[in-house]
């Protein structure tokens, strides 16, 4: 443990490699570093909406900008809509390259950085990425968009992010099946006339794991408190016990409800609780 924890640290204070500053991403190519062998305009694993330009130091544009490694994606004007997405469908696995995401699994996190010249700020145009949570047959479950980004950032790389909770996808409402992936879709949004350019890299997504479970809460109500054993004993003594009272009585989550569960709601009461 404690040389993963060191391993950790070490790859948290390395800023010269966008993998070292997101743990666990699901992105896949998410520095654009990686050519589509059967297109070389494009990284692998992504596909470009109308204006957008998979940009290398090597192809002779100007200006140019990189975050990290060689490559980036760049959202010119000329176009009411341009963005990338990772919406592709890998001919080798025949499956869409679109993240994992585990239903309610968590809350889900997009990050990357942006830059935007100085002598080119978006006059007309917003930025941001957008989510679209898919189904195993890839259609779209719900989507969230973030467009808060606009003006210009002085020529300087700006770290950017936005979160869509398991609260934000409850509220949608239940439409099963339920999504097993997420697209992953960095765009610039305005009308045929704005102006500006916008350059995105190092894009990372993840999804938060959710807290443990508090056993000694057992009425469910976020604390540990006196009023929960009185719960316990309650689910305890009763005969028959409903599938809830199961559950409730169940503190060590060994399938059973007996006396080892007051000792284990003893011992989790003794402790941090749920704060």
């Given at each position: ?102 239903y ?14 100085a ?15 898919r ?67 190092d ?38 016990r ?10 060590n ?16 009461f ?6």
């Amino acid at each position: 443990m404690l040389f993963r924890g060191l391993i950790t640290a070490m790859a948290a204070l390395t800023m010269g490699s966008a993998a070292a500053q997101c743990l666990d991403n699901r992105v896949d190519n998410p520095s654009f570093e990686e050519i589509d062998p059967a297109d070389s305009s494009l990284p692998r694993g992504w596909g470009i909406f109308n204006t957008a330009l998979l940009r290398t130091a090597t192809d002779g544009i100007t200006p140019f900008f990189a975050r990290t490694g060689n490559n980036s994606i760049e959202f010119p004007s000329g176009a009411d809509f341009s963005g990338v997405t990772t919406d592709v469908l890998n001919q080798s696995t025949l499956e869409f390259n679109n993240p994992e995401y585990e239903y309610l699994g968590g809350d889900v996190t997009v990050s990357g950085w942006y830059l935007i010249p100085a002598d080119q700020p978006l006059d007309g145009a917003d930025s941001g990425i957008k989510l679209e949570f898919r189904r195993a047959n890839s259609s779209i479950y719900t989507s969230f968009e973030d467009l808060s980004i606009s003006g210009d950032t002085g020529g300087q790389w700006v770290e950017y992010s936005f979160t869509v909770t398991d609260s934000d996808i409850l509220a949608v409402g239940d439409f099963p099946p339920d999504p097993v992936a997420v697209t992953v879709l960095p765009l610039r949004f305005g009308s045929v006339s704005s102006t500006g350019t916008i350059f995105w890299d190092d894009l990372c997504l993840v999804q938060a794991t959710p807290a443990p479970d508090c056993p000694c809460d057992v009425n469910g109500d976020g604390n540990c408190s006196d009023s929960d054993f009185f719960a316990w004993v309650t689910a305890f003594v009763a005969s028959p016990r409903t599938p809830e009272q199961e559950a409730a009585c169940d503190v060590n989550g060994d399938g059973n409800c007996n006396d080892s569960d007051f000792f284990a709601w003893v011992t989790e009461f003794s402790g941090p609780g749920c704060d």
